[in-house]
């Protein structure tokens, strides 16, 4: 998952890296490092940790025009200095950075270590410095020959920065499937994992595509092509900077600020929808062209907080359309058969685009003839481009690592696009006023349960396990509650479908283990009072979101968080902020790093 940026240009590199570095910490975090060109030899300074550590260690006063930076997710090899990338050959000529997997790096480390060359790390990306050596100066080839040569010889998943103190004005840059943005300066030029990290300094941007190299110097950026064996013109796309830019706005943590955008996100898509129009229709589905009468199965592919909006949107497409959906988790994808009739639909779902799993799937899928429909927050991520069609999220850039915002941008479209394909199969007339109050109900009612839920947090926050349960339509929320509070707090915490506690799960049961229910009033009702009475009779401390006023409940519960006596339809949107508030005030009391919790990142593309 790692982020990696590279400069080239009239200006000192290391600053320049050092802010790329920042900008790309939500990929990764476990180390940090930089390689640049100082008086024609490759400084390298790497540490384990966050960027700021690297900071403390750089000599800011050196001046180098050329230099790669990193920030590590850890894959192959455990967090350490020696792990830390830059990586370089055995003569110090050739230095490396990388994201990906290179799934055949035994091997090539066993070739190469039988040629002589001496590793120093675990990882699978030290073989890249030690093969170019070897195929530059055993091999006889010229150093662009042997970067062409490593698309043959590399298998996995690779954006790589190259730079080498022979050649020291040029940055080279290549990739296969791990995501490589380049960026057109004046005089200076960059390349970096992700378009934010690169928004202070230009508009104008190339992604690579798969099996490119970019030969980058101040002057110039020349793309090569491997599918072609050629040079190709490429044209720089415009992304404005206002698009890019993420502050905290005052809150202390983006996690915070992106759970109080959420009705703001909700009103940008609303505005998309048609209102002058009798059929209900929004801006991206004019682009869809889809036969919706002709669609038998929708499988719904996607992992994580995508998943979970995936899964929920399963109960409500199956109650109003008639078509089998399935849901599945997109790393699940790779070990299935697609064993389906023709008239299936697939739809992804991922906030990044870059999702390795989502995008090998949707590479399978398309290879077996399947069209795509994704839902994506980044209109130039990989699935966003390969998909046959694609929704813009529109929830703007979300830094913390925890998925909120996104996860309400994908309900609110799910729901939408349900709206839109039964309006078409049935001609029917859409209530466009309850739409219409959605972001005014989110917005007061943000403020309406802040206090309290952070109330109950406070009462709960020490417990070690938590187990969130609901039933329906209503249980893709509890895993979703359950992975927000594990993924920030470090707390242990399960969603289960209430009804099968009594299968197992309530053996866990104790006064020490909070039982987190969704239980609005709602076709899953009363078995969920049944289930919450039967976890209270093993002595479990209850937390609920239900009705207000619901005094059957309120007497069962110890905390109930209400949500008011409106539409059902408002319910996991509403429910969905308490959830995320809830995970956010746990690991904010236990002292977590809540933007950017320990083992995780953002963006995950590796499989
Ligand atoms: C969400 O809080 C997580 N960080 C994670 O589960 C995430 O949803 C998952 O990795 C999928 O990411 P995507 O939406 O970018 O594909």
């Known amino acids: ?19 790329g570095l920042e900008k790309l910490e939500y990929r990764g975090y476990d180390s940090a490092g930089i390689a640049y060109l100082k008086d024609k030899n490759l400084e390298i300074k790497k540490i384990v940790g966050k960027v700021q550590n690297l900071k403390e260690i750089l000599d800011f006063n050196d001046f180098s025009n050329v230099g790669i930076g990193h920030t590590r997710w850890a894959t192959h090899g455990g967090i350490s200095v020696e792990n830390a990338h830059p990586h370089t050959d055995c003569e110090g000529n050739i230095a490396v950075v990388h994201n990906g997997i290179i799934e055949n790096y035994k091997e090539l480390k066993n070739f190469l270590m039988s040629k002589g060359h001496k590793f120093r790390s675990q990882t699978d990306t030290e073989i890249v410095p030690h093969l170019l050596e070897e195929m530059v100066d055993k091999e006889g080839m010229n150093l662009e020959e042997a970067l062409k040569e490593l698309f043959k010889r590399l298998e996995g998943a690779f954006a790589l920065l190259i730079i080498d103190k022979r050649r020291p004005s040029i940055l080279y840059a290549l990739r296969k499937q791990s995501p490589l943005i380049v960026g057109f300066g004046t005089g200076e030029n960059f390349v970096a994992s992700d378009i934010p990290a690169l928004g202070d300094y230009t508009e104008r941007f190339y992604y690579l595509k798969d099996n490119q190299m970019a030969i980058v110097s101040d002057k110039e950026i020349k793309v090569y092509d491997l599918k072609t064996n050629n040079y190709i013109e490429v044209e720089p796309i415009i992304v404005p900077q206002d698009g890019i830019r993420a502050e905290k706005n005052g809150y202390p943590h983006f996690m915070l600020k992106e759970i109080f955008e959420q009705p703001l996100v909700v009103r940008r898509i609303l505005s998309t929808l048609d209102r002058d129009k009798d059929k209900f229709i929004f801006e991206d589905i004019k682009n869809v062209d889809i036969s919706w009468e002709k669609i038998r199965k929708v499988f719904i592919v996607a992992c994580g907080t995508s998943y979970h909006a995936g899964y929920y949107a399963k109960f409500l497409w199956e109650k109003e359309l008639p078509y089998f959906i399935e849901v599945e988790l ?6 299935r058969n697609l064993n389906i009739p023709e008239e299936t639909l697939f739809i992804t779902i991922s906030q990044s685009g870059e999702t390795a799993d989502v995008i090998s799937t949707l590479r399978k899928v ?12 980044n209109p130039q991520s990989t699935v966003a481009r390969e998909s046959d069609y694609f929704i813009n999220l529109r929830a703007g850039v979300e830094i913390g690592v925890a998925a909120t915002k996104t996860f309400m941008a994908e309900l609110v479209y799910l729901e ?12 029917i007339k859409i209530d466009l006023d309850k739409w219409n109050m959605l972001p005014t109900y989110l917005e007061s009612y943000l403020s309406q349960i ?3 839920v952070f109330e109950v947090a406070k009462k709960y926050y020490q417990k070690r396990n938590f187990l969130y ?10 895993l979703e509650g359950a992975l927000k509070l594990k993924e920030i ?8 479908p209430a009804g099968e506690m009594k299968h197992g799960p309530i053996a866990l049961l104790d006064p020490e283990t909070p039982v987190f229910g969704i239980v609005y009033k709602d076709e899953t009702y009363s078995k969920m009072i049944n ?13 609920a979101i239900g009705n207000e006023w619901d005094e059957k409940l309120e007497s069962l519960v110890d905390d109930l968080i209400p949500v008011p006596n409106v539409d059902p339809f408002y319910y996991p949107y509403m429910g969905a902020m308490v959830l995320q508030l809830f995970a956010y005030h746990v690991a904010n009391l236990l002292g977590r790093e809540i933007d950017q919790p320990r083992n995780l990142a953002k963006s995950v593309t590796v499989e």
């Open 531 to 543: 289930n919450l009475e039967e976890a209270k009779a093993r002595k479990a401390p209850i937390i």
């Open 366 to 377: 398309k290879e077996n003839g399947f069209k795509v429909l994704s839902l994506v927050n």
């Open 489 to 496: 707090s470090y707390i242990h915490a399960e969603g289960i």
């Open 1 to 19: 998952m790692c982020g990696i940026f590279g400069y080239v240009g009239n200006k000192n590199c290391i600053p320049y890296i050092i802010s």
């Open 416 to 427: 939408l696009l349900k709206e839109y394909i039964k309006s078409r199969l049935y001609n």
């Open 450 to 452: 802040k206090d309290r």
């Open 330 to 335: 997109a790393s699940q994808m790779h070990h």
């Open 469 to 478: 349960l609901a039933r329906g339509k209503n249980f893709p929320l509890a």
